[in-house]
Each structure stands twice: as structure tokens, then as C-alpha cells.
């Protein structure tokens, strides 16, 4: 009788041990399993990105919404799976104000007439605006918002060998040391852990190798969202250039540089008389005068609307001179065989 207790509990011990070993082999005696370095590398350039991706988005949202409640009450929306509301630009809110104000002060006045034009350009860009919020929210913020939510929350799942081996398997193989089967029952469910583990390390090794990919993604969104960028600057630019010069073009308008104003009624002063109408003076046929010419540094491109005009581009200098007959806002402008008119709100007179 005592030895065949001897002999179990001799035979419970060598599976116990045989247990125990493997076991350790398979844990490594840690309390996490060891990634290879290749693999801790492809985590630490993932959270990389992640980071930098988070922190660029963030900052793209604030750039395209700078008020924070409008944030706020958008991000509402999203979470509640409601569509956002359309929202008037500021632009669009300040041409519809001068347009109002057009209106009472009396838009045939030289200020409401102003306005009305002025008041359409802020509609055209607060149009442009939007065209251009739409378009970076649609080719770069989604993009990045859903790596962040997608992709980089499978990678975040780090297979971990603590939430899947068998937690009490010391406890049962001491309690039941004398059945083998429990034994084996540890084995497999440690088999059964590891094979889930690699599983998923294998699955997270791929997306994490899938990081150069979603570089390559972004880069092409980054692209379209410089496009988007330029394309909306260039129409803002055009809208200006377009509002210049109808207000430029006004006989009764309000020079825009008081400067360039002031020297072009001093050249008018200097021997010249306003005589001539404007319709009849022939560019060609005008000759700068001896005395009474400057010079001066364009300040924005300015294409010529006819052969009268002069094109400028933005700090050019040129040769300037005012000649009878000529409206206040212009004068007559040289630069090498080229001449023309051209607005004296574009001009910054230097000598």
C-alpha cells in the first residue's frame, strides 16, 4: 500500500515537473512574452506615427475651424451620427452685411456703391472658403481620422500572454497533482494561449509592416490638401485682383493708397491740366515728360483689361507720370518698350 502511494505521487511529480517546465519554456519565466527586436521597432515607428498623425490632425481642424464651439457642436454631431449643419463662411456674413448697409446708405452714393461691389467679392470668397473646408475635410482629415480610429486601434492590441494563459494553472496542478489528465488539461490550454497569441502577433505584425503604406496614403493626401490650398488662395487672389479694380476703375472711388494719391495729384499739379477726356487720350501717343516722372514698386499683379494697360507684376519697379486728361486713379506707366495705364492703387511711389 505504501508503495503504491510512493509510485503515484512519484509519477504525479514527474508531470507536475514536465508541467512546470514547459511551462517556462513557453512563458520565458516573464511576465510578458519577449517580442523580437524587428517587431519593437515596427511598434516604436508606429506609435510614432500615430502620435504625429494625431497632433497634425488636430491642428488641421483648428486651422480650418478657429472658433472652438463651432468644434464643439460639430464634433456633437459626429458622435451623434447626425449630419452637420450648413454654416455661413464669415465671409459670406460680412457681404451680406455691406450689401444691407449698401442699401440704407443708398447704393447709388460713392460709399454704397463701393460696398455693393466690395460685399459681393466677401460672398465670392466666403464661398470659396467653404469649397475649400469641404474639400480638406473629404481628402485629408478623414484620412488621418480613420487611421487613428481604425487601423491604429488594431495595432494598439498588443497580444499579451497575461489576458490568455491559463491564470490558474499552478493552483489546480497542486490541488490535483495526483491526476495526470488535469495536468494535461493545463497543457492544452497553454497550447490553446500560445496559438491564439501568435495569431494575433501576426496579425498586428502585418499591420505594423503596413505602416509605409499608410505613409505613402497620407502623402497623397497631403498633396491634395496643398492643392485644395492653392486652388482656394488663387480664387481669393482673383476675387481681390477683380473688386481692385472696379473700385479702381470708379471716378468717384476712394483711393486705396493715400500715398499713391497724394503724389499722383502732385504730378497732376505740375504744369498738367486736366482737359482731355479719358476716352479720347491714345496711350501710344502720350510722351513722358521732361520733368515730373517717378518711380515706383508695384504692389499686386494687375492684368491689363485692354491694350490701354499696362500688366504688372507684384515689386516690379516702373517709371510713372500723370498727363492731362487722365483720371486721378491712374497714371501712365513704363517699363522698357511697355506702356500703359495703370492704377495708382497698386503702386507705392518712391521717388
Known sequence: MDFNVKR???GAGLLFTRAVQFTGEKLGQVEKTELDAHYENLMIRADCTKNWTEKIYRQTVVL?????SARIEEFLYEKLDREVPSRVTNGELLGHYMQDAANEFGPDTPYGSSLIKVGECERRLGASEREFLHTSAISFLTPLRNFLEGDWR???VVPDFQETRPRNYVLSASASALWSEEVEKAEHELRVAQTEFDRQAEVTRLLLESISSTHMNH????????EAQAT??????????????????????????????MASADLTSEGFSSTVETDT?????????????RTAKVLYDYDAADSSELCLKA???????AVPGMDSDWLVGEKGCQKGKVPVTYLELLS
Open 281 to 293: 487720350l491714345k496711350i501710344e501717343e502720350v510722351q513722358a515728360p521732361a520733368a515730373g516722372t
Open 154 to 156: 488594431t495595432i494598439s
Open 232 to 261: 482656394y488662395y488663387k480664387q481669393c487672389h482673383v476675387h481681390m485682383q477683380e473688386v481692385q479694380k472696379e473700385l479702381g476703375r470708379r471716378p468717384d472711388a476712394f483711393p486705396l493708397n493715400s500715398t499713391a494719391s
Open 315 to 321: 515689386d516690379e519697379i516702373i517709371t510713372v507720370y
Open 219 to 226: 502623402l497623397r493626401c497631403l498633396h491634395e490638401f496643398v
Open 8 to 10: 503515484l505521487a512519484t
Open 64 to 68: 480650418l475651424q478657429p472658433n472652438p
